[in-house]
């Protein structure tokens, strides 16, 4: 089973850029990286098929960037221009490893089967 682990993340103010990365212990499909704050339903912020093809929500796109080597069996997360809303547990997760490497990836949480440990981010106004 591939497990995942989570580094970076941390404080930053509003405006500032943070990067967290995952590293897999072993081949994966379609990743993706969720968030949830306590309280709250775990969501989508982006996610990225085999080939790098990549999805982002709205409410990070042109702010946030994934990308993924996997050679290193490493996915990526770029933040720039963080906001106090992106505050929150950032967690990357693999969806099965049969899936096809062009697979538009989903943002349905429960088509991903292996979730990391999680990263918190926190952005201050």
């Known amino acids: 089973q591939v497990q995942l682990v989570e580094s970076g993340g941390g404080s930053v103010q509003a405006g500032g850029s943070l990067n967290v990365s995952c590293a897999a212990s072993g081949y994966t499909a379609t990743m993706g990286w969720f968030r949830q704050v306590q309280g709250k339903e775990r969501e989508g912020v982006a996610v990225i098929n085999r080939d790098g093809f990549a999805r982002y929500a709205d409410s990070v796109k042109g702010r946030f960037s994934t990308s993924r080597d996997n050679v290193k069996n490493t996915l990526y997360l770029q933040m720039n221009s963080l906001k106090p809303e992106d505050t929150a547990m950032y967690y990357c997760?693999?969806?099965?490893?049969?899936?096809?490497?062009?697979?538009?990836?989903?943002?349905?949480?429960?088509?991903?089967?292996?979730w990391g440990q999680g990263t918190q981010v926190t952005v201050s106004s």
């Open positions: 997760a693999a969806g099965p490893a049969g899936s096809s490497t062009w697979e538009t990836p989903s943002f349905h949480k429960w088509e991903y089967i292996r």
